[in-house]
């Protein structure tokens, strides 16, 4: 019963940005741009373990993490600006995003981060 509460509280926020960016594209990604999935996950993982320091570690690594992701919200409306096919464009932003998620696995070492 938990899990299906997380997941329909999850849910509903993703489903919540929808609805008011059709209405207001700017301001559903201002409310998408929160980082309120990474709060709820926090509160998810603190709520199931209360374990500092795996909170800590989660914590300091969705901040790594974050990095990779953002040129994909400026690969994506570049490629739409110039007329790519909607589903080809977020496709290739999201093949860019993983490779950069996988370089920043293996750069992260060498700089001492623990991913």
Known sequence: M?????TALSALLIALISEVAKRNPGFGALIAS???ISVIGMLWLWHDTSDTARLASHAEA???YVLPSLPMFLI???LLRRDVQFH???ALGCVITIGLYLL???????FGLKL
């Open 62 to 64: 969705t901040f790594w």
């Open 34 to 36: 929160l980082p309120l």
């Open 76 to 78: 994506v409306p570049w």
């Open 88 to 90: 080809l464009a977020l």
């Open 2 to 6: 938990y899990f299906l509460v997380k």
């Open 104 to 110: 920043m696995i293996w750069v992260a070492p060498r």
